[in-house]
């Protein structure tokens, strides 16, 4: 006998406090947890006088941000390493994405996040990233300001040549 499964679903929820949230859901028996589709998912965070972000992982392709999703969002991910935690290496393959999707959103804030700084930021900055997530990068150097100075003129150098073509 299928047996039931109750499915609470996050676009009834306090989006500011989305973690927990679920965990409040799960400890109140939910086993299961209802994500709207992206766009739904985008809309209802704008009403909240939100900002939504959209991101994907490694394993999955630029086309799984449709156009209309990439368009609505105010800002695109692409995750150069698995989710999880800092200090993991730089996953050059994930590159292209950055690219693919600077060419069919050309004025998108658009992010890489994992293993980035100043040895792997050209390649996001070339391939059309604007926003960099750093963690190791920044906060184990002895002087910070200095890679957030390199990390800042490397994209707005990269941003000069792309909008020069
Ligand atoms: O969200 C993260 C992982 O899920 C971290 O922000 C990301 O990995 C940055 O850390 P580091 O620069 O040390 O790689």
Same mark, same amino acid.
């Given at each position: %006998?299928? =047996?039931?499964?109750?499915?609470?679903?996050?676009?009834?929820?306090?989006?500011?406090?989305?973690? #927990?949230?679920?965990?409040? !859901?799960?400890?109140?028996?939910?086993?299961?947890?209802? %994500?709207?589709?992206?766009?739904?998912?985008?809309?209802?965070?704008?009403? =909240?006088? %939100?900002?939504?972000?959209?991101?994907?992982?490694?394993?999955?392709? +630029?086309? #799984?941000?449709?156009?209309?999703?990439?368009?609505?969002?105010?800002?695109?991910?692409? !995750?150069?390493?698995?989710?999880?935690?800092?200090?993991?290496?730089?996953?050059?393959?994930?590159?292209?994405?950055?690219?693919?999707?600077?060419?069919?959103?050309?004025?998108?804030?658009?992010?890489?996040?994992?293993?980035?700084?100043?040895?792997?930021?050209?390649?996001? #900055?070339?391939?059309? +990233?604007?926003?960099?997530?750093?963690?190791?990068?920044?906060?184990?150097?002895?002087?910070?300001?200095?890679?957030?100075?390199?990390?800042? =003129?490397?994209?707005?150098?990269?941003?000069?040549?792309? +909008?020069?073509?």
């Amino acid at each position: %006998m299928p =047996r039931a499964i109750i499915s609470p679903s996050v676009l009834a929820s306090d989006f500011g406090q989305l973690t #927990a949230e679920c965990k409040r !859901m799960i400890k109140g028996g939910a086993e299961w947890l209802h %994500m709207a589709d992206p766009l739904s998912l985008i809309h209802a965070i704008h009403e =909240r006088k %939100m900002k939504a972000g959209v991101a994907i992982s490694p394993d999955t392709p +630029s086309t #799984a941000i449709t156009d209309e999703v990439g368009e609505a969002a105010d800002m695109l991910l692409v !995750m150069t390493v698995y989710p999880g935690r800092g200090g993991q290496k730089f996953l050059e393959r994930c590159v292209p994405k950055v690219a693919e999707l600077r060419v069919r959103f050309p004025d998108k804030d658009i992010e890489v996040d994992g293993g980035v700084g100043p040895k792997t930021v050209d390649v996001c #900055a070339e391939a059309g +990233s604007n926003v960099i997530v750093a963690g190791t990068a920044i906060f184990n150097a002895p002087e910070p300001e200095q890679v957030i100075a390199l990390l800042k =003129r490397t994209v707005n150098d990269a941003q000069a040549k792309i +909008s020069s073509k």
